[in-house]
T-cell receptor, first 114, second 114 residues
Framework: AQSVAQPEDQVNVAEGNPLTVKCTYSVSGNPYLFWYVQYPNRGLQFLLKYITGDNLVKGSYGFEAEFNKSQTSFHLKKPSALVSDSALYFCAVRGNTNAGKSTFGDGTTLTVKP | DSGVTQTPKHLITATGQRVTLRCSPRSGDLSVYWYQQSLDQGLQFLIQYYNGEERAKGNILERFSAQQFPDLHSELNLSSLELGDSALYFC?????????????FGEGSWLTVV
């Protein structure tokens, strides 16, 4: 069975500081990893994904994520946080088997304070 | 705007009733997914269709059913509704069915069962 853990329910950072939202996963075979952001009363918006290749993936709105196979992690990062980055962030994993099924973490609420 | 359209946006219905949620995928996408988001269960994968055929099944109750029509739109039918079915139901779509395909989410249908 595949699983995703987002160990922090909430992350608070000051505007202009770097941010990290953590994600670890478990899946059989090669992992396909995704980050989404959800603003209040909205759908999930795709930020970035890792399929293969470079371990550092760049995505939308200045976000990037680092894939670490040995630690089975895929942490989301941004060098300089904005107040508008405040939202709920989800990490998701898919595997080669039962490829239709995406497993999402419980989400991490990011709050960026001015 | 992801290009995935869901209707209705909100609905309120009584226990024991039946409702149908509708989804139009992004233009060109053949794969449709349904997810349920609730406070206690998080984001749960329900079912996936690809070009009209069921491809993957998640935690979908027997009271729920779905289908994808020849024009690729999809419907999720929820019957014998219970209070616990109150949730935000997302439809999502992707071009293909493989695990590396990015899934794009609609804005969701808020279901309240009273």
């Amino acid at each position: 069975a595949q699983s995703v853990a987002q160990p922090e329910d909430q992350v608070n950072v000051a505007e202009g500081n770097p941010l990290t939202v953590k994600c670890t996963y478990s899946v059989s075979g090669n992992p396909y990893l995704f980050w989404y952001v959800q603003y209040p009363n909205r759908g999930l918006q795709f930020l970035l994904k890792y399929i293969t290749g470079d371990n550092l993936v760049k995505g939308s709105y200045g976000f990037e994520a680092e894939f670490n196979k040995s630690q089975t992690s895929f942490h989301l990062k941004k060098p300089s946080a904005l107040v508008s980055d405040s939202a709920l962030y989800f990490c998701a994993v898919r595997g080669n088997t039962n490829a239709g099924k995406s497993t999402f973490g419980d989400g991490t609420t990011l709050t960026v304070k001015p | 705007d992801s290009g995935v359209t869901q209707t209705p946006k909100h609905l309120i219905t009584a226990t024991g009733q039946r409702v149908t949620l509708r989804c139009s995928p992004r233009s060109g996408d053949l794969s449709v997914y349904w997810y349920q988001q609730s406070l206690d269960q998080g984001l749960q994968f329900l079912i996936q269709y690809y070009n009209g055929e069921e491809r993957a099944k998640g935690n979908i109750l027997e009271r729920f059913s779905a289908q994808q029509f020849p024009d690729l739109h999809s419907e999720l039918n929820l019957s014998s509704l219970e209070l616990g079915d109150s949730a935000l139901y997302f439809c999502a779509s992707s071009v293909g069915q493989g695990p590396g395909n990015t899934i794009y989410f609609g804005e969701g249908s808020w279901l309240t069962v009273v």
